[in-house]
């Protein structure tokens, strides 16, 4: 029997045909991890620009529904700029309780006094201050000014025949009030302050531990107060400027607060 031997058609690999393969293979790659690259920093983007404008919302919301509830006159700036209208601190005074007054008894240090609240106010209220027709910051009993004629501090309180004792000298006159008998008490100051890239709150009158609002601000954040008029409440103008991934986004809020002392 003869032995018919088939031809081997099998190739291998050439050299050049590996390298041309591995380049290929390379080129490929490249173009694959530069498009994931692309897209997973766009993402990233995506993400830290969706973060800062809910930080930013957050801290415009925060604010405005504090200065909202402020006393009347209260809200004023420090630490101004140098050569600006402008301020990098905002402090006011929040309202515990507003209500009205009947009657102020001459050379007496009580006044009877309705709230508008039904709770037991009377509790712990003699840590508090009462403030009549403020009108400017100077009016507030602080640690600048403890001789106030507008604001005294609150010494004994009874809820059910609504009568307060002040720190009021009996003798002194009582200060001019507005036509509406209005009245606020109040307990302590909040402050607002741009610093160190970062939105600050400090409580008691700025003395408590400061809590950080937002973060990524730049200089050039501040505070601006117009002052108030008849026909005009205060006006406050908060310009904010956050930085992030080298993208600057600037927001500009203007928040009224009433002026009706």
Known sequence: MGFFSRPNTSKGVSLIELLMSIVLIGILSSGLFEFVSSSTKGYQLSRDRASLQSQARFVVERLARELRHAVPNSVATFNPIAGQTYAECLI????KYAGIYEGMIENSNQIKVSLSTGLNWEAGITEDN????????????????PSSLNSFKIIAASQADGQLTLSKVPSASWPQVSD????????????FCFEKQ??????????SKPQVLSKN???GSQFRVLEPSLLQANLIHVDYRFS??????????????TNVP
Not at 92 to 95: S, V
Not at 135 to 143: H, N, W
Not at 198 to 207: F, H, T, Y
């Open 92 to 95: 006011y005074t929040p309202i």
């Open 130 to 145: 009462i403030v009549f027709n403020p009108l400017k910051r100077e009016d507030f009993i602080s640690v600048n000014n």
């Open 180 to 191: 509406s008998k209005r009245l606020y008490i109040y307990n302590h100051s909040v402050s």
């Open 198 to 207: 970062s939105l600050v709150r400090r409580v008691l009158d700025g003395v």
């Open 217 to 219: 601000l730049l200089k």
């Open 244 to 257: 992030q991934n080298e993208e600057i986004s600037v927001y500009n809020q203007q928040i009224q607060v």
